[in-house]
Nanobody, 126 residues
């Protein structure tokens, strides 16, 4: 499966962006999807995840109340709505699918995810 993350860009602090993660080659509708980010000089970190049917979500404490993850299985696409962006949200954002089918568990750990997109840059300016 190939994942294509898009929607990144340059935005002022307090602004919003909506990232998309589109799959091709194979459906991702049976798998949890996670969003991760990596800032320069830092390790890749968990941002949010959603179960295969959307019934369960998980967020990093740093984005709770500001970011919302969703998915449209008919389109094999997941989204990350980012509001009230802060300077510290600047990073390359990656989407990924986990290894398990039809599980309501949404793992926060990187090694649970098998397929990764190429990333999209989000830059928040003051």
């Amino acid at each position: 499966v190939q994942l294509q993350a898009s929607g990144g860009g340059l935005v002022q602090a307090g602004g919003s962006l909506r990232l998309s993660c589109a799959a091709s080659g194979r459906t991702i509708s049976r798998h949890a999807i996670g969003w991760f980010r990596q800032a320069p000089g830092k390790e890749r970190e968990f941002v949010a995840a959603i179960s295969w049917n959307g019934s369960n979500t998980r967020y990093a404490d740093s984005v709770k109340g500001r970011f919302t993850i969703s998915r449209d299985n008919a389109k094999d696409t997941a989204y990350l709505q980012m509001n009230s962006l802060k300077l510290e949200d600047t990073a390359v954002y990656y989407c990924a699918t986990d290894r398990i089918e039809f599980s309501n568990y949404v793992p926060p750990n990187l090694n649970a995810y098998a397929y990764w997109g190429q990333g999209t840059q989000v830059t928040v300016s003051s």
